[in-house]
């Protein structure tokens, strides 16, 4: 870790580099720079959105660097990672669409499709300004000449994002129009062939790679996508520069990131964390025992209480367990609940959402969903098991996208982690006392064309 | 250069002619859905494996270059 004196001195210098546009001022030295280790970061300090007037306040205006790929640099010093789920080192994929032949369009992912997840709408409620700065600077960056905003379907977050872009057009903040375009409310939508089809105008259905999206996305053009805290930290290191960045995190995964946190006393919300900061800690496990703890979403994996305990929440602790830390879920199940239980209600959902598609997935998924929810029920047979197994093989790589191992590795996970309640459910016995639902899931399977647009 | 079966599993309606035609790199699951072996068509097989490719009437079956 970098002292934060250091780190800030570093930022500084790193504002100045770069060609500065007229009009795009440097901040005159009154302003408080951020602490390089105070967090949060990316969330507006004082708790209430920061509008345009607080946000040039705070971060002054939006730097330009005078020409495409000059940001790169700064972003592989800084080692930022994209914060949507895979931790896919950002400063490659700016030079892969760069690298395309035609012009490329950029797509900011607010979509957050993952129910258990509200960390993309938050920051978007917090700090807009942030991410619509990162959109403008990942734009000059790979050398675009259209960029989306891609975004909930949520009417009042709309005219949020709406209105902000209307005060950055009145301050001549934007080189590029954003158009916003709505996803709609499924768990499939900002994977980001969905995305690239929908921003087309189509439905928001994966489709089959290759072609990738960085080469051929929206209308066939070279797309970045790239989710919108991702683009805000990019907005970030614009201006403090990758040593203020790596002030926090650690060596191999440094930075800050946003968590949805349910602990469990049924309290929580979202918070922005260090990479490598304990999970005992954000999920205050020592107050609020949990029976399991639940990391990056209904894609992710359950850990015991005692790996939990012993974990940080960086991939380096996560990926050895098959787990990772995501869009930065974590949650904590009380004591009092059926793992099973909760688990065939995230499956059954997951199932449901399987855009339907492909051969394995559309007859794999409600199968596994059924024979677990059969265990839920204490209902299952022997040869309940051996299905499960054996179709979660079988739906395994075989889809057009990565829902059907996502749902696979969720439910491996539960059968790992909640194996003494199996062996209790199989006998017609479970030792949860609260029948009480805990994780979260969205009312309404998508039943018509519609609902995929 | 060695090439290896792939599915557009999209487009693919399961009519399992293509395992019919080279079981040796195709089987079917429980749905009538190809399961590809994953490795290199072998040498004796190309022919056989360009003639599922352009048999497949979803024009799912395709062959890449091995990776
Ligand atoms: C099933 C599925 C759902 C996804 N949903 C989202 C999402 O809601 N928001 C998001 O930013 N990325 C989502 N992703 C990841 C995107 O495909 C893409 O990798 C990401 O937006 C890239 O941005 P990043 O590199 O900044 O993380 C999803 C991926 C999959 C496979
Ligand atoms: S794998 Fe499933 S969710 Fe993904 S595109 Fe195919 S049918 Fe849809
Ligand atoms: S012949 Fe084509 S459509 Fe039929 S199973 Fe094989 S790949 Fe699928």
């Known amino acids: 870790m970098t002292s934060g004196a250091q780190a800030s001195a570093t930022g500084r210098q790193a504002s100045l580099e770069g060609t500065v546009q007229p009009g795009a001022t440097v901040q005159p030295e009154a302003t408080v720079q951020p602490g390089a280790t105070v967090l949060p970061r990316l969330l507006s300090a004082s708790g209430r959105p920061a509008d345009l007037a607080e946000h040039l306040r705070v971060h002054g205006r939006l730097l ?20 949507g789920g895979a931790a896919f080192p950002t400063h490659r994929k700016l030079t892969a669409v760069a690298d395309q032949l035609g012009v490329p369009v950029v797509v900011g992912n607010g979509a957050e499709g993952e129910p258990a ?27 675009a000449r259209r960029v989306h905003l891609y975004l909930h379907r949520e009417p009042a977050l709309v005219r949020h994002l709406e209105s902000a872009l209307a005060g950055r057009a009145a301050a001549g903040l934007d080189r590029l129009q954003v158009g916003l375009v709505t996803a709609p409310a499924r768990f499939l939508a900002g994977e980001e062939s969905a995305l690239a089809s929908r921003v087309g105008g189509g439905a928001a259905l994966p489709r089959f790679t290759p072609p990738r999206v960085f080469e051929h996305g929206v209308d066939g053009a070279p797309t970045l996508v790239q989710n919108v805290e991702t683009l805000a930290q990019l907005g970030l290191i614009s201006r403090y520069g990758p040593a203020w960045f790596r002030a926090v995190g650690t060596e191999a995964e440094p930075g800050s990131m946003l968590t949805t946190i349910r ?13 490598g900061t304990p999970i005992s800690q954000l999920l205050k496990l020592d107050r609020y025992p949990a029976r399991a703890v639940l990391v990056g979403g209904y894609h992710g994996a359950w850990l015991s209480p005692e790996q939990a305990g012993r974990l940080t929440l960086s991939n380096a602790d996560l990926r050895p367990l098959g787990a990772a830390a995501g869009a930065g879920v974590l949650a904590a199940l009380p004591v009092d609940r059926c793992g099973l239980v909760e688990s065939a209600r995230v499956v059954r959902y997951l199932a449901l959402e399987s855009a339907g598609q492909c051969g394995p997935c559309l007859n794999g998924l409600p199968r596994i969903a059924a024979s677990l929810n059969q265990l839920a029920q204490r209902r299952s047979t ?6 499960v197994q054996r179709w979660s093989a079988l739906v395994e790589r075989r889809g057009a996208c990565h829902h059907p191992d996502g749902t696979v590795r969720f439910l491996r996970s539960a059968l790992a982690v909640f194996t003494d309640e199996v ?19 969205p009312a309404g399977s998508p039943a018509r064309e519609e609902d995929w647009s | ?25 195709i089987a079917t699951d429980e749905w ?36």
Not at chain 1, 382 to 387: F, V
Not at chain 2, 1 to 25: D, S, Y
């Open chain 1, 117 to 143: 997840s509200d960390k993309d709408k938050t920051l978007l409620w917090s700090s807009p300004h942030l991410v619509l700065d990162g959109l403008q600077l990942a734009a000059e960056a790979v050398g």
């Open chain 1, 382 to 387: 022997p040869a309940d098991r051996d299905d």
């Open chain 1, 423 to 441: 062996t209790l459910h199989e006998a017609g016995r479970c030792s949860a006392r609260s029948p009480e639902p805990f994780l979260p899931i």
């Open chain 1, 64 to 83: 330009y660097r005078g020409g495409a790929r000059m940001l790169i640099h700064s972003i592989e010093s800084a080692g930022l990672t994209g914060r």
């Open chain 2, 32 to 67: 009538g859905y190809p399961i590809l072996s994953g490795t290199p068509v072998p040498k004796g097989l190309r022919k056989l494996a360009r003639r599922a490719v352009n048999d497949c009437p979803a024009l799912a079956l395709m062959l890449v270059g091995d990776r």
């Open chain 1, 263 to 275: 602990l469990a006393d049924g309290s929580g919300g979202v918070a922005e964390a260090a990479i």
């Open chain 2, 1 to 25: 250069m060695a090439e290896k079966l792939r599915v557009n599993p999209i487009l693919c309606t399961g009519h399992g002619l293509c395992a019919e035609l080279l079981p040796e790199q």
